[in-house]
């Protein structure tokens, strides 16, 4: 049974920066596309960001240019520049069922218990 877990966190002030991490378990880590997604108060789940095992990367347009996602060993990162009141969400990782990243959440079968990230104006 795979397990995620999402760290890193927190409030920052607009034009801030955060980086999130999110450690993974098994041994087959490297096989699989990762994904970030976030979800805002009463909005549904929203695709953030996206890597291949072959660190080929995919981003949402609204974080495109301010986000980078990358991935090492067991963990994947996302590190969000010039963060927004907009970004505000809980973060979530998850463990994709493609090959390619897929921008739908049913495109990932595992997910992570999420981490909050407030963005203040």
């Known amino acids: 049974q795979v397990q995620l877990v999402e760290s890193g966190g927190g409030l920052v002030q607009a034009g801030g920066s955060l980086t999130l991490s999110c450690g993974v378990s098994?041994?087959?880590?490297?096989?699989?596309?990762m994904g970030w997604f976030r979800q805002a108060p009463g909005k549904e789940r929203a695709f953030v960001a996206g890597?291949?095992?072959?660190?080929n990367t995919t981003y949402a347009d609204s974080v495109k240019g301010r986000f980078t996602i990358s991935r090492d060993k067991n963990t994947i990162f996302l590190l969000m520049n010039s963060l927004k009141p907009e970004d505000t969400g809980v973060y979530y990782c998850?463990?994709?069922?493609?090959?390619?990243?897929?921008?739908?959440?049913?495109?990932?079968?595992?997910w992570g218990q999420g981490t909050q990230v407030t963005v203040s104006s």
């Open positions: 098994g041994r087959t880590f490297s096989i699989y596309t």
């Open positions: 890597i291949t095992k072959s660190a």
């Open positions: 998850a463990r994709g069922r493609t090959l390619w990243v897929g921008t739908a959440s049913n495109a990932y079968d595992s």
